[in-house]
């Protein structure tokens, strides 16, 4: 069973950094993570995403050059997120999905199965 919990979330400024952690506490095992985020009113959409091996990444491109995700651990995911903008502030999920493929990377949301209750990021001008 894949257990995810999402921390780091909390209150920045225009401009400032964040870095949100993903912490799977359930089986090991090959996995894509991902990252979404979605702001009130609007629909979940895809922030970034990490292959199992961690030699492959995706992004959207709102958050190209300013976030970047990493995996330290094979269980821990991080999304360091630098010059935040207002734009930027949404619930955050974590989310994995099983895969054999070590390289592959998914960043559609109903790609995904695992997901983690959401840490709150507000960028404040």
């Known amino acids: 069973q894949v257990q995810l919990t999402e921390s780091g979330g909390g209150l920045a400024q225009v401009g400032g950094s964040l870095k949100l952690s993903c912490a799977d506490s359930?089986?090991?095992?090959?996995?894509?993570t991902g990252w979404f985020r979605q702001a009130r009113g609007k629909e979940r959409e895809f922030v970034a995403a990490?292959?199992?091996?961690?030699?492959?990444t995706d992004y959207a491109d709102s958050v190209k050059g300013r976030f970047t995700i990493s995996r330290d651990t094979k269980n821990t995911v991080y999304l360091q997120m630098n010059d935040l903008k207002p734009d930027d502030t949404a619930v955050y999920y974590c989310?994995?999905?099983?895969?054999?493929?070590?390289?592959?990377?998914?960043?559609?949301?109903?790609?995904?199965?695992?997901w983690g209750p959401g840490t709150q990021v507000t960028v404040s001008s």
């Open positions: 990490i292959s199992w091996s961690g030699h492959n």
């Open positions: 359930g089986r090991t095992g090959s996995k894509s």
């Open positions: 989310a994995a999905e099983v895969y054999s493929d070590y390289d592959i990377v998914l960043r559609a949301v109903l790609e995904y199965t695992h």
